[in-house]
């Protein structure tokens, strides 16, 4: 593990990383809660994050039971207006729409097995509860940890509408509380992050 | 990793484990689709199962935001008929009810991280997405693996039903369809298992 091919190529990694951040945050490409984790974890030594995404909801188009048959219908980084809801089913879809709230997903890289246990012991400080590595090799170790705030169902199919529109503004509130638990979750994580992490 | 103590350390909670399996089968309380699989890998010489669920079918009640506050209202292990679904909702609760569809979750434990590996291997091969080493200790190495097969939405809250009864119904087929998928994928991954672990 103290061999220097490995280091260098996790330093390498991490190089590019950091690049990739830095152009994505000029373009605003990173959503506004992650932007500050995301910028601690490039600025440590020992960590990078190769993907982020901070949770959002979302009206997922199914034309059948493949990924490549799944569209986005609509996405926000956001809480949305119940409007915005009612407005995305009204316009034409031919699949199934679902209603979704994805929680926020981070993948953290690092040099070895102590620096990965150190992102599961932070994990598990900020009240995370599903995480784990998902790659453990010599000089490259990814951490997944993903949020579980959750809503998910189907509200149409073909042209039918399956839910009224009281029900749909429930759903609109109840997705933005849980973005809402999402993100402040997030929050603490990132906090922990900064406590530990070198 | 070669000392003794760890490996004696694993071979009592894999014992441990064992027994607490073969009482469990013999008492019933193995879902059906998962008994082969925990059969399987109790069998071998490099692996035990923690705990594992092979999906499900739940109605919950949510009397608060904390886990504590948080109720099974109804629990199947198998598919459902609408019927039960709209009886569920018929009888008396408090809080948010939800109906949700839980995606199949396994613990494996494994001596080291060339059996984690391994796991995680089979499990790419068997098209599982989520999955990773939770705890990466000496002698003590545990994989989470998790479906992805959800639904989950608020039906009711207090004595009002949000949701109309052809929606249940719509709901109860989509349940259904998401857990034989959910128990397919399932099968996928005991079937990889079952080519490479020892």
């Not at 960590?47 to 986005?72: A, H, N, P, Q, V």
């Not at 012991?121 to 949020?147: D, S, T």
Request: net charge positive.
């Amino acid at each position: 593990m103290t061999s220097k091919q490995p280091l260098a190529r996790f330093a390498m990694v991490k190089e590019r990383h950091r690049k990739t951040l830095e152009t994505a945050l000029k373009q605003g490409k990173v959503d506004e809660q992650m932007q500050g984790l995301c910028s601690f974890i490039a600025g440590t030594r020992g960590f990078y994050t190769s993907s982020c995404c901070s949770g959002r909801i979302i009206m997922l188009e199914k034309r059948g039971e493949r990924k490549t048959e799944t569209f986005f219908h609509r996405k926000w980084h956001r809480t949305v207006d119940e409007d915005e809801l009612i407005d995305g089913l009204a316009e034409g879809t031919s699949g199934e729409v679902w209603l979704k709230v994805d929680p926020f997903i981070l993948h953290i890289g690092c040099l070895n097995i102590w620096g990965a246990n150190a992102i599961l012991a932070a994990m598990k400080n900020a009240g995370v509860k599903r995480g784990g590595i998902i790659v453990a090799k010599e000089g490259k170790f990814i951490v997944e940890l993903q949020g579980t705030e959750r809503l998910g169902a189907p509200v149409k199919v073909g042209r039918k509408i399956l839910v009224q529109k009281e029900y749909i503004k429930y759903l609109a509130a109840r997705a933005n509380a849980l973005l809402e638990r999402n993100y402040r979750r997030l929050a603490k994580l990132e906090q922990e992050f900064r406590k530990v992490l070198e």
